[in-house]
């Protein structure tokens, strides 16, 4: 029986998603409430739609589950939402839950996103906890910026620095990831400093508008203590996994929640993920 960490690791979305594609919008949700980069990227994307026309195209390059695509189908019916990315299971699952709430303007396509051409140039593009993984990311962003309609954006969201408050969770890591990890697993090819986004950003012709740093001290703190309980559970078989998380979660959670709300609120002057909203110019 494959573990849990195959599922996460590999892309491959349970076998009972098929059967009841609703299941996706509940890990959605436990996303939301488990993932503070997904506070940062919701709430921009949010923003950033309303301001557009109706009628916008969206593109959300590596969309995995689908959490920054599916949500909104519904919310915007005139709105044409493309999301592109490498595993086929992750357009398979996101198709198969659009066409569940039965909407008709999302495609989803399996292939690399540095490849990608379009003809129909888009509004906005979305890039979240991806670049890192593409080999020639400066083809990557110039592709974005070429496929922006004039004064689109780019909304891009990357881990930096990769510092740890505590120790312990270092040496988790190691014993934890002795054979691999998903970062090895899925061919991490870069480990970025803001600079270095910015100056490839702006090699790529883009203009700088917005940056937001996540996971400072206090979402440092939360990172680590639900991912204590993540790496513990990947390591157990599959039947046993969920009563573990589900103590975990009860004992965990309520302390780690206090300090992701810190972290959002607060203005962080660095942390360990970054959100830059980049323009083509007009």
């Excluded at 110039?142 to 496929?147: E, L």
């Excluded at 990357?158 to 061919?187: C, E, H, M």
């Excluded at 090819?189 to 910015?198: F, I, R």
Aim: hydrophobic content about 40%; proline content about 4%.
């Amino acid at each position: 029986m494959a573990t849990i960490s195959t599922s996460i690791n590999e892309h491959k979305h349970p076998a009972i998603y098929r059967r009841f594609p609703f299941l996706l919008r509940l890990q959605h949700w436990f996303m939301i409430a488990t993932t503070l980069r997904t506070w940062y990227t919701l709430r921009e994307l949010r923003t950033r739609f309303k301001a557009l026309t109706p009628s916008f195209r969206y593109l959300d390059a590596g969309f995995g589950s689908g959490d920054m695509i599916l949500p909104f189908l519904k919310r915007y019916p005139r709105a044409e939402f493309v999301g592109i990315d490498r595993a086929q299971d992750n357009a398979d699952t996101c198709q198969r839950y659009a066409d569940f709430i039965g909407a008709k303007n999302a495609t989803f396509v399996c292939r690399n996103i540095e490849e990608a051409d379009d003809e129909k140039p888009y509004d906005m593009i979305a890039c979240i906890t991806v670049l890192q993984y593409i080999k020639d990311d400066l083809k990557a962003l110039r592709r974005f910026h070429d496929s922006l309609v004039p004064g689109g954006h780019l909304v891009l969201y990357s881990p930096i620095n990769y510092r740890r408050y505590f120790d312990w969770y270092t040496r988790l890591r190691k014993n934890a990831f002795r054979s691999v990890d998903y970062d090895t697993l899925q061919g991490i090819q870069h480990h970025y400093s803001t600079e270095e986004l910015k100056d490839k950003l702006e090699a790529s012709g883009f203009e700088l508008e917005k940056t937001i740093f996540s996971y400072g001290n206090a979402g440092r703190i939360s990172y680590e203590m639900q991912s204590t309980v993540m790496l513990s559970m990947q390591m157990l078989p599959n039947w046993l996994a969920p009563i573990y998380f589900a103590l975990g979660l009860i004992l965990v959670y309520p302390i780690t929640l206090i300090f992701m709300i810190a972290d959002f609120l607060l203005h962080n002057k660095e942390g360990n993920g970054v959100l830059i909203v980049a323009k083509r110019p007009e």
